[in-house]
């Protein structure tokens, strides 16, 4: 397969060099980004199975794979896709209009939401990476391209129709971030789920976060080992739930040893008084 090299227009240039050198020192977002993007793309595959009032035949869902083997991270959605005509003007270009005022002003920004705004959330990416490689196939298309960047050669991208090796790959986007090696605390499970749950908790669609590992039997397959969310937080829950009704059945436990405590207690006292009682009657009758 031909690979083409593109250069980017001049704002995205520009704009990538504001993003890599210059602010954002909370780089978390570029998470939200992605996963925004990824949302939108399933919003545009459902109006599209909506309109052409065919069946939905698989789950509309993100899934994140987390792998420290290659230090990488993929953001993966079974949304719209993109064509190479999509991938030039969405990725080679702002296509919005005002983009020297959007430069000036993220010059004088700093505000975490300030980048998702005009569309260009996508570049948040290189906050972390230093390569990012879309794998991607439209709805409707027989064509996979492969679309990659690297911050070695930040003023152009390449284009490469590619085989489709997976089967279930009907129609979709595959990002994948090759971090910084100052970069690697995002190959934490934990922390992307923070981060997930603090940035990205109103998306609609499920969120699915794998961990990539090899296999002890083969160097090279790898196996994944599945993480929902959802049900992480769930299990959250029912621990606390769970530990706080240990808390409450010691409680009761003690509550009631307190009660047969008191209860002894009394019947000592009653036991004392009874002798007592006995005493005095005797005492009486030697009275008498």
């Not at 995002?186 to 990539?212: A, C, G, R, V």
């Not at 992480?232 to 010691?250: C, F, S």
Request: aromatic share 6%; glycine share 4%.
């Amino acid at each position: 397969m031909v690979i083409e090299t593109h250069s980017y227009k001049a704002e995205i240039s520009e704009l990538m060099n504001l993003i890599i050198n210059t602010f954002y020192s909370e780089k978390d977002i570029f998470l939200r980004e992605l996963i925004s993007n990824a949302s939108d793309a399933l919003d545009k595959k459902r109006i599209h199975i909506l309109q052409s009032e065919k069946a939905v035949d698989d789950e509309l869902s993100i899934k994140i794979k987390v792998s420290k083997e290659n230090s990488s991270i993929l953001i993966e959605d079974n949304g719209i896709g993109m064509s190479e005509e999509d991938l030039i003007n969405n990725l080679g270009k702002i296509a919005k209009s005002g983009t020297k005022t959007f430069l000036n002003s993220m010059k004088n920004k700093s505000d975490n939401n300030f980048i998702g705004q005009f569309g260009v959330g996508f570049y948040s990416a290189f906050l972390v990476a230093n390569s990012i490689q879309i794998t991607t196939k439209k709805i409707n298309s027989d064509k996979v391209y492969k679309w990659k960047s690297t911050l070695t050669a930040i003023e152009q991208y390449t284009i490469e129709e590619i085989d489709n090796d997976d089967d279930d790959f009907k129609s979709g986007t595959k990002i994948e971030l090759q971090l910084n090696e100052n970069e690697y605390k995002y190959l934490d499970n934990e922390l992307i789920k923070t981060i997930i749950n603090k940035h990205s908790q109103y998306i609609q669609y499920p969120l699915y976060l794998f961990e990539l590992k090899k296999h002890n039997s083969s160097a090279d397959e790898e196996g994944l080992e599945e993480e929902d969310i959802e049900e992480d937080i769930e299990e959250d829950i029912e621990e606390n739930v769970e530990e706080k009704e240990d808390v409450k059945e010691k409680e009761e436990e003690v509550e009631e040893k307190e009660d047969v405590e008191d209860v002894e207690d009394v019947e000592e006292k009653e036991d004392v008084e009874e002798k007592e009682e006995e005493v005095e009657e005797k005492e009486d009758v030697r009275r008498c």
